[in-house]
C-alpha cells in the first residue's frame, strides 16, 4: 500500500468517519463513567441522587438581606 492510495479521498474520508465515531463514542463513555461515579459519592454521603437541592440551603445562594 503507497501514499497516493491512502491519501484517496474516499480513504481520507472512511477513516475520519471512523475516527469520529471512535472519538465521540469515547466521550460518551467518559461522561457516563463521571456521572455513575458522581451518582455513587452522593449515595455514600447519604444524598439522594436523583432529588434537586433544596433551595433554602443552596451554598451558591446568599440568603435574603445580604
Do not use: Y
Not at 19 to 25: P, Q, S, T
Not at 33 to 39: K, Y
Not at 57 to 64: I, K, M, T, Y
Amino acid at each position: 500500500m503507497s501514499w497516493n492510495e491512502l491519501l484517496k479521498p474516499e480513504t481520507i474520508v472512511f477513516v475520519t468517519g471512523g475516527l469520529a465515531i471512535v472519538i465521540f463514542g469515547s466521550v460518551a463513555i467518559i461522561k457516563a463513567m463521571a456521572r455513575h461515579r458522581e451518582r455513587m459519592a452522593m449515595i455514600e454521603r447519604g444524598m439522594h441522587p436523583d432529588h434537586p437541592p433544596d433551595e433554602e440551603f443552596a451554598e451558591h445562594d446568599p440568603p435574603d438581606g445580604l
